[in-house]
């Protein structure tokens, strides 16, 4: 079956990957907005989804972050994250900043990490409390 791209209007299949005229990605589709995966609830807390999954680019290379009260995705913000990159109440992530952490590396007042900075409480291969680092300088 073929169709029209969406920016040039070259007949394409509308199964191409990409317009043969113009290099267009996924060209029969009236829309696109990246690469990817990406699931956002219709539930909502807060006015957050309550589970946002986030594995996705935008065409400019941007990537989409997770946010929600569950987030989860490369790049993650919410409640609860699972991610790469995290910023949340609870993190399992390998960099975080949260308020409890589980971690590669982490900012957080508590946390289990291989390195990490804690307010309140820390364990790890090279964890030292805020405060302890403030005091060296």
């Known amino acids: 079956m073929m169709s029209k791209c969406r920016e040039c209007h070259h007949q394409v299949s509308a199964d191409a990957v990409a317009c043969p005229g113009c290099g267009a990605p996924y060209p029969a589709r009236a829309k696109w907005d990246g690469y990817g995966f990406e699931y ?3 539930t909502t807390l807060f006015g957050l ?3 946002h999954i986030s ?5 400019n290379r941007t990537p989409v972050v997770a946010r929600g009260v569950i987030a989860i995705g490369q790049f993650a913000c919410g409640g609860l994250t699972l991610s790469q990159f ?3 109440l609870i993190s399992i992530s390998q960099f975080t ?3 409890f952490a589980l971690a590669q590396f982490a900012l957080a007042y508590r946390l289990i990490a291989q390195i990490g900075i804690h307010v309140q409480e820390g364990t790890g291969q090279f964890v030292i409390r805020l405060a ?3 005091n060296r300088f």
């Open 40 to 42: 956002r609830s219709d």
């Open 49 to 51: 989804p309550l589970l």
């Open 55 to 59: 594995f996705k680019y935008r065409p």
């Open 86 to 88: 995290g910023i949340g």
């Open 97 to 99: 900043v949260a308020g």
């Open 132 to 134: 302890d680092l403030l």
